[in-house]
């Protein structure tokens, strides 16, 4: 008990009374929702009562300056605020829409139609965070991996390390002095010994000792060499050079994330014989479309081409309600499709969904001459004609049928008929499971 | 509610009690009798609920609670931004104040809720539920018992959600007019006879088919229907229909395929809603009037009395402008005005009569031989009420019925803040002569501009008309208290009907530019159509009566002596929104449980009267029809009636349409 649980109540009353979604994408009004938000209107919002016909009650007003005279429009009459405390608004009239994001409208198309659609096709390589197994050169001290450090620096100690005994032994020969013995050590025993090192203890030897040695042989038959490693080992390590250009930080694993990119392009017939009925059908079905593949792909982006004899492309605000004379060429739109495809979302990045819709009409043969290739040389994970003919078919719009009977059999060529807002609901079913039988590439 | 140990609101509580102590101190010597309040400091989100909850604390569980608080807090804007009053119509009054407030506000809403009490005190309309209602108790136990339901395992809680649906519906369907009469969860549904059809008595015993068409066929069963004294009831047509429901209400048992009883749970939440609307009614009912009152009141207090400090004015005047101009028919600004009016045509009735009695002052030369100017000038308060000046207190006479007694020897002794609180000095006769509505800047032409018509009104009915001899004479025994006497009378016995019934004129409309509008079907929009009174009149009757609901009422619950409901529309020429009807008697069946018929007459337009209408840019006249909407819990059945069988339901007396004559067709 309490408002929490009747603002719960509430909201799932809400839900409950949402249209129905087959019947929203058939009959409803998509003009509330945006590409990225379905508004879906929720039935009943308060409850009925008696009331009186609000067109035939008439009502009272008050001038602010002046009173109106009779016969003087007064625009739409705002609701009263007679009604009790706590009300405000009740009377709107304004709708009340349960709002959902693409993904929940995928879902429940899914659900509402019996699709199940994974989306597939291009992975594209995203850098996600994984396990710290990988390592770079800056980071948090935290992160710093140690263990490489000390080994990368017992290395370099390993490789700075020289038997020093021996190369004072050198400086002891006979005729040998720090320049004989620096070009000896550096290029005939590859030892790291700096010259400066060398001159240093050539002065600490003294006199009498410099010419100890005959010759080289006798020298190193009298010296017994040691092992860097066997010396450290018995030396112990009392220091190790650690440097900063050995230090690694722990650095996450870059794992390759797919993100599932996908581009639809939506063509539309907008020539003379695109009527009002024909527009509406294509709206209904191309939307509810765009809306679930926005669902279903992590980054979904849209083309929209209007054509007649030529094609343009368009933003979406205009997309559905451009008319415009002339003729019909459909390869027209696909020509654009494919350089704007090409550009922008090459195939290798990108999932790619080319819909077309008119009313089958087009200019003669340019079906088979030129859309036929053309749709053959876009690569697409699925293509679609969705014929809109409200009166059935008319004589000359062979279009979808050349398409349907050319691509017979094809898992990614779908062409469907609507011809009311009925048929809406099949052709949406039809066209996503066309692609649903495709394998993954 | 937040305890209160919350500092904030401990610093707000102790900065409001003296507000709230004077506030009360000057209602009441404004001759207000509010029930004593008690307030509460509330933060943002408390506020929201409470005024989701219509201004309790505690409610039956609902969805449409939620969707108040919902769009309350999407909208943000419920007068103008803040809530501001809330207070609860019970014995005593329950304000609520909002912790985030300007000082200015709070003050505002407390002056403005002393008055409201003192409206719920004194209405006789609110003494039809209770004079001592224990409101927040009641719905409190309502929210109580039906928590429990919802709770109990043996109730579904969506069948209980539904059914208080089913009956909000219903909520304005009451008998507003009569007092509450509680319906007992056992009375005797003593007028409940069986009324079982014989056919379905027949289907139970269970006869085999070939007797049952042989002995009982349907010329017998016929014969019996006929025969069976047809009982109807109601005697006389029930406005109540939750009352009529509550007690030969049904509902229709799915798998038996019949009515049966209503469950216990069921009446009782029936009557627990019943009760609710019988509470909020008087409400509903006093609107205009209540929130007009409340204005009124606050803005003496809040202005003229300088409650609100100087630099507090200015947020209260910004407050006050919103409050009452937020569009369409406003409660606040039309009560408020209609206030106002009777205050000064009141005081200028008293005047008048007054001036008449002068000799030589008559109706026909009262213009010509007054000079206005002079009248306002005397009728001016004393300089003794219109300002206290220190100095001068001891000059006052103690026995000055104007003055204040106690307040004087205090103000003497210096004890008391006449800077902060001049008012205290006066009485109720004193502070009437400090207010006098006449004299104000903005009522000034008030008196000169009577009409003729209501002069010879008034004089037709005087006798002793000679009985000053001059202006000054009359003048000097004005009583200025004439119209707050006024005005406490009306609140006390009208309700909104009442109240713009019978003191809309037209020059109130005239000076407040009311107007009408109707829908044009020529034009397809709404058009002003009339200024004249009458007709803003016609227009704001049918917004208020019966909560500007069309009146409904049970005609038959035998209907045909097939246990049928039959309610009537009674019609004034206003036509029902069939689509909603037609979802309501859907409702009306669950609580029924058998079929539901309702009668109403309906404004039909035919298509070549309006294509016409359109060509001729004049109105087409609808034609009436008698129409019968049968639900019989799966279907609706459609029928158009007799005229005869419809002619005692339309009205004949009552037109509120206000399209001139000659718009139409």
Known sequence: ?441 | MKPTDDVHMQREAKQLEEPVTEASVLAKKLGLKPYDVNYWIVDYDDMNELIAYGGFQNRYPHWRWGMTYDRQQKQGQFLGGKAFEIVNNDKPAHAFLQESNALSDQKAVITHVEAHSDFFANNEWFAMFSRDPNAAAMLSRHGETIDDFIQDTDIERAEVERFIDHILCLEDNIDQYQPYEPLMRDEPSETDVDYGEVSDELDELDLSEEVQRQVFDEEWLEGQRENDDSTTFPEEPEKDILAFLRRHGKQYDETAEKAIELEDWQKEILEILRAESYYFAPQKMTKIMNEGWASYWESLMMADENFAGADEFLTYADHMSKVLGSGGMNPYSLGLELWEYIENTENRRHVVERLLRVEGISWRNFHDTIDFTHVLNQLEPDPLVASVEREQLDDIEVSDPRIDEETLAKAREGTVDLDSYPWKLFTYEGLAERHYSLVKPANKGYLGRISREELERISRYMFDTERYDSVEDALAGVEYTVGWDRMREIRESHNDVTFVDEFLTQEFVDENNYFTYEYMHSSGDYRATSTDYEAVKKKLMLELTNFGKPTIVVADGNFQNRNELLLEHQYNGVALDIEQAKDTLERIFELWGRPVVLRTIDTVYDDHDLEVARRRDSEPEPEETGVEIRFDGTAFEEEELDWEDVNHLAATDVDYDTKPEDWLA
């Open chain 1, 1 to 441: 008990m309490g408002l929490k649980d009747d603002l719960e109540r509430y909201r799932e009353v809400g839900e409950q009374r949402r249209q129905d979604l087959a019947d929203f994408i058939q009959y409803g009004d998509l003009g509330q929702s945006r590409r990225d938000e379905v508004r879906v209107p929720i039935k009943i919002i308060d409850l009925p009562e008696f009331e009186y016909d609000q067109r035939e009650m008439g009502g009272i007003g008050q001038g602010q300056d002046g009173t109106p005279e009779p016969g003087d429009p007064v625009g739409q009459p705002e609701p009263g605020d007679g009604d009790e405390e706590g009300d405000p608004g009740e009377e709107g009239g304004d709708h009340e829409y349960y709002e959902m994001d693409p993904e929940e409208f995928a879902e429940e198309l899914d659900e509402r139609l019996g699709l199940d659609l994974e989306p597939k096709g291009k992975k594209v390589v995203e850098e996600k965070e994984g396990d710290f197994t990988d390592i770079t050169r800056s980071g948090p001290t935290g992160t710093l991996d140690f263990e490489r450090l000390f080994k990368e620096g017992l290395k370099r100690k390993l490789a700075m390390d020289f038997d020093k005994d021996f190369v004072r032994a050198a400086l002891k020969i006979e005729g040998w002095g720090p320049t004989k013995v620096f070009e000896w050590a550096r290029s005939e025993e590859n030892l790291p010994v700096s010259r400066s090192w060398i001159e240093n203890a050539y002065d600490d030897i003294p006199n009498g000792d410099r010419t100890q040695y005959g010759s080289l042989a006798e020298m190193t038959a009298s010296v017994e060499r040691e092992e860097t490693a066997r010396r450290i080992r018995r030396e112990g390590v009392d220091q190790i050079p650690y440097r900063r250009e050995d230090e690694r930080y722990r650095y996450p694993e870059i794992i390759e994330e797919r993100e599932r990119n996908v581009v639809v392009v939506n063509i539309r017939d907008v020539s003379g014989s695109m009527r009002q009925k024909k527009r509406e059908l294509v709206e209904r079905t191309f939307t509810p479309l765009d809306w679930y593949l926005q669902g279903k792909y992590d980054n979904a982006e849209f083309v929209y081409i209007a054509h007649d004899a030529d094609a343009w492309e368009v933003e979406r605000d205009e997309f559905f309600g451009i008319r415009s004379g002339g003729g019909t060429r459909i390869s027209s739109a696909y020509e654009v499709a494919m350089e704007r495809l090409d550009e922008k979302y090459p195939w290798t990045d990108w999932n790619r969904y080319v819909f077309a819709a008119g009313d089958s009409e087009n200019s003669s043969n340019d079906t088979e001459k030129n859309v036929i290739p053309l749709m053959e040389r876009i690569d697409a994970n699925l293509h679609a004609y969705v014929e809109t003919q409200p009166s059935g078919n008319a004589i000359n719009a062979t279009h979808a049928e050349e398409v349907q009977q050319h691509f017979d059999g094809s898992d990614n060529v779908s062409v469907a008929y609507v011809t009311s807002p009925d048929d809406v609901t099949d052709a949406i079913y039809d066209i996503l499971s066309t692609e649903e039988g495709d394998n993954e590439r």
